[in-house]
Nanobody, 127 residues
């Protein structure tokens, strides 16, 4: 059974740091892209970062580039989203998703490309 479980969300002050984890079970990562999406209050869900486990390529959208980093720990079947210098505008529910793709990623992820989704984790940035 395919399952993605996010963790690591919470309440943090502006300028703070969080690391989100996406632990995958039911398949091995090698042929999949793992992406992070977020849905801010009152807005549509948006893709912010993705990582190809096929070749290790990764992409981060401009709005979070320099603050957010995506990485993986293959031995743990886990992908991370390191979030630094958090801003109130980063407040959102963050989702990880998996889509089968054996290739390079070089653009933001689109929802329809991903078959499996986690339940989401809330990140709140507030003083």
């Amino acid at each position: 059974q395919v399952q993605l479980v996010e963790s690591g969300g919470g309440l943090v002050q502006p300028g703070g740091t969080l690391r989100l984890s996406c632990r995958v079970s039911g398949f091995t990562l090698n042929s999949y892209v793992i992406a992070w999406f977020r849905q801010r209050p009152g807005k549509e869900r948006e893709g912010i970062s993705c990582l190809s486990n096929y070749d290790g390529s990764r992409y981060v959208v401009n709005s979070v580039k320099g603050r957010f980093t995506i990485s993986r720990e293959s031995a743990k079947n886990t992908v991370y989203l390191q979030m630094n210098y958090l801003e109130p505008e980063d407040t959102a529910v963050y989702y990880c998703a998996a889509g089968r793709y054996e290739g390079t990623v070089d653009r933001s992820p689109y929802e329809h490309e991903y078959n499996y989704w986690g339940q989401g984790t809330q990140v709140t940035v507030s003083s």
